[in-house]
């Protein structure tokens, strides 16, 4: 009996995808409050000491910033693949995903006790919790494959996404009651971590519950040494790349964007503090518009893409970026060719801010379109592997971005620093046109796993 005919079983499907999309609502509590908008700020404002003598007095700390961020994902990249192998032919996913959660929780808490001059100590916990949650990303989407047909993991995929954000809304609001990011106001601030880690602890217990365990008969003994096992499947997912063409073009496509992705992510709010000059009411507007037009973009295209297909609606998802570059490295020429048209006195910061809400619709639906793609493009007895190497690409792409970015904002202004982020969208689009969606999509069903 199929499981449309089943209503039980189409039940407990729905469960469990429900539970799979909370693990995105709870770790967005992470990577928003952490990562995104609060956590950078009083790192790069406060926790490393900034030069008042400076043009540029935050430089320091937004170069020490990058560079924990860029070590998280280095190591992200020298396990992610081989521990997606493990979990793949252990059929221990969900306990790799339980290790990299409570990793990152313990990680975030920690940060209560980083005060104004641990630089070191804040670069330790930095790192260490964001490498836990990225691997946990790897992990979580390892699961994705599983959760439905092809034909609907765009949906699937889009409905997480858009899930996550409103975590990020609900932590956020929760971070926001801290007070001002001030030294005066820094006891209060201390609490950040320990609040984000006690929401992610929280909103991710029901994907503990509801979702179940891929059991995949690859005829495994019980005495095996799964780090050699895990190594061994990897270099024969190298060998067999030829099988996988399409995929592999998609991965270096998506390292362009990936790298894109973490300069974003880990510098947006800190660009519209000491380049743009946005102040905390801004900031909060633009919090919430990036949160809802980041999961109206993620359903949005999750529907678009199950549709048109997975490749064009990353395309677009990529144009649309280029069009928000532009529209932030001209703000202030658009600030004034608004004003003369419309006839209004809006200033830069408003304008920033709502350009932004165009970034918080890429922001979710480019995310959640690469997810579905590389869903498509994996056959069930390697998706482990697949998701860990589109986890590889993520990552090393982070770590470069990061770093050439932390590298590049010592040599021109933060504003000429973001045109990277413009030229990495071009060539991820110039790449994914030589994609072929049908053909990675066969190869991945035409696959027969080697036992």
Not at 97 to 123: D, H, K, Q
Request: charged share 15%; net charge neutral; proline share 3%.
């Amino acid at each position: 009996m199929s499981l449309d005919k089943n209503p039980e079983a189409k039940k407990k499907k729905n469960r469990e995808i429900f539970g799979w999309c909370m693990f995105d609502f709870a770790n967005s509590s992470y990577t928003t409050v952490i990562i995104s908008v609060v956590y950078c700020e009083i790192f790069t404002n406060l926790i490393v000491p900034s030069d008042p003598n400076s043009s540029d007095p935050f430089q320091y700390g937004r170069s020490v910033w990058a560079w924990a961020l860029a070590a998280s994902y280095v190591l992200v990249v020298l396990t992610g693949p081989i521990f997606g192998a493990i979990s793949d032919y252990s059929s221990k996913k969900k306990f790799f995903l339980f290790l990299s959660y409570i990793g990152c929780i313990v990680a975030t808490f920690l940060l209560y006790y980083v005060e104004p001059g641990m630089i070191w100590l804040g670069f330790v916990l930095v790192a260490i919790s964001n490498f836990f949650f990225a691997s946990g990303e790897n992990f979580a989407s390892s699961f994705l494959p599983f959760l439905g047909s092809k034909d609907d993991l765009g949906k699937i995929s889009g409905y997480a996404w858009g899930i996550g954000y409103f975590g990020g809304i609900g932590s956020v609001y929760i971070a926001t009651k801290l007070g001002a990011i001030s030294l005066d106001n820094f006891e209060n601030l201390k609490l950040v971590g320990p609040y984000t880690a006690i929401f992610f602890l929280i909103a991710a217990i029901p994907t503990f519950l509801f979702l179940k365990e891929p059991h995949l008969p690859l005829g495994i003994s019980h005495k095996v040494n799964y780090f050699k096992i895990g190594k061994d499947r990897v270099i024969q997912t190298l060998k067999d790349a030829s099988h996988f063409k399409d995929l592999m073009i998609y991965l270096v496509s998506l390292f362009f964007t990936m790298a894109a992705l973490a300069i974003v992510i880990s510098f947006a709010f800190i660009y519209g503090s000491h380049e743009i000059h946005i102040e905390t009411e801004h900031k909060q507007a633009m919090f919430i518009f990036i949160q809802i037009f980041a999961a109206v973009g993620a359903l949005a295209f999750g529907v678009i893409q199950d549709s048109i297909g997975a490749k064009k609606t990353f395309n677009l998802t990529l144009v649309l970026w280029l069009l928000t570059c532009g529209l932030i490295y001209f703000v202030h020429d658009v600030t004034n060719l608004i004003n003369m048209v419309l006839g209004k006195n809006w200033s830069v910061q408003w304008v920033f801010v709502f350009i932004s809400s165009l970034a918080g619709m890429g922001l979710g639906s480019t995310q959640s379109a690469s997810r579905a793609l590389v869903g498509i493009f994996s056959p069930e007895s390697k998706s482990g592997e697949f998701f860990g190497m589109w986890g590889l690409s993520g990552k090393i792409a982070g770590a470069a971005g990061l770093f050439l970015f932390a590298y590049i904002q010592t040599l021109v202004t933060l504003r000429n620093a973001f045109l990277v982020v413009a030229f990495f969208y071009f060539l991820s689009l110039l790449i994914n046109l030589f994609v072929n969606e049908e053909r990675g999509v066969e190869a991945a069903n035409r696959f027969q796993e080697k036992t």
